[in-house]
DNA sequence: GTCTATAACGAGATAGAC
DNA sequence: GTCTATCTCGTTATAGAC
């Protein structure tokens, strides 16, 4: 069973991912867990806390989800792997990613929110990059360029599908990153 | 001179530019402005008609300086102008896509800006496979999603970018799919 | 660890004077 | 067309009882 923090991150991170951190509260937190705002302020100081510990979590589990990113034998099995990483968000979750959100309203969120937003994209970057230097043997630098575009336009993909409620845009997108891979 | 109408909606796209719809205040416009909150609703009733506004009048600028789609000779230069012209608003305006930011808080919208938003995107692959049909043939079904393609790794390009206050993850992003083209 | 109560503030919006 | 004044409500956050 999960404790009350983690229930309170877990409603926080949904809201987040469909509405932007300006756009719940506490409160929108307290009655989905089923007690009070106040008492969400005892887990969590302030709203900024939340933001940190839900963005640390996610990247945190989204990077240990995709394993070793040396093992792959080829560059076409460690995309496959990253891209449904991505299309379950918003398959399984009907949801974006959370950095996606964060990402975008980046200019109004508190620091530190913001500066792990873009630890996300970091260790993402260096995620894919090894995978691509592993199973490729490319170079780094080609590596970490690759990198950056594949999850820049898995990003995009997910808001244009979700804005135009059509999964295929992503499932386009998906494809081609992945054939590009060889 | 642009009247106070225009004003309005000038500061308002750059606040959402920079911190979402719900990351800005009517208070906040009109602070810039230099007029009160309250005039602020003689010109735009509700929030939502000012999201309402600003998208459309984005929309209608940026799908008119693209100019008409049906004119390039070839796939690259429609490619190398449509990416310039997400390529200022990091570099010219140091702001996201307005539509970037209201498609990752899309679920925490008005109904009728989400609307719009959807618009933008609509139009916006409308534009870009006309250009692709028009200059190297394509079939339809395949200019369509070429379009949502690149649609979507700028927009992705453009939050991965300022997140990481690193202008060269677009301009990568940029030339592969320029080149991609041929 | 959760509650009630409350503070202190900002939000969206309206009424009516000028 | 802009102002002041006001309303109502939501927001973040704290104090202190249970």
Do not use: Q
């Not at 887990?43 to 990247?59: L, M, Q, S």
């Not at 260790?123 to 043997?137: K, V, Y």
Request: proline share 2%.
């Amino acid at each position: 069973m999960s404790d009350k923090r983690d229930e309170i991150l877990d409603v926080a991170e949904g809201l987040i991912r469909t509405s932007g951190f300006n756009g719940f509260s506490t409160r929108d937190v307290a009655d989905v867990v089923g007690i009070k705002a106040a008492s969400v302020h005892y887990h969590f100081p302030t709203k900024a806390d939340i933001g940190v510990a839900v963005t640390e979590r996610y990247t945190d589990r989204f990077i240990e989800a995709l394993g070793d990113p040396d093992r792959f034998e080829d560059a076409r099995s460690a995309l496959t792997l990253y891209v449904d990483s991505f299309r379950r968000a918003l398959v399984r979750d009907r949801k974006l990613c959370l950095c996606a959100v964060l990402g975008a309203e980046i200019g109004g969120l508190p620091t530190e929110v913001g500066e792990h937003t873009r630890i996300f994209f970091e260790r993402n970057i260096e995620w894919l990059g090894r995978a691509l230097i592993a199973s490729s043997g490319v170079s780094p630098a080609r590596a970490k360029a690759d990198a950056a575009h594949i999850l820049a336009a898995l990003e995009g993909a997910l808001i244009v599908s979700m804005s135009l409620g059509d999964r295929s845009v992503f499932d386009t997108v998906g494809k081609r990153l992945i054939s590009l891979a060889g």
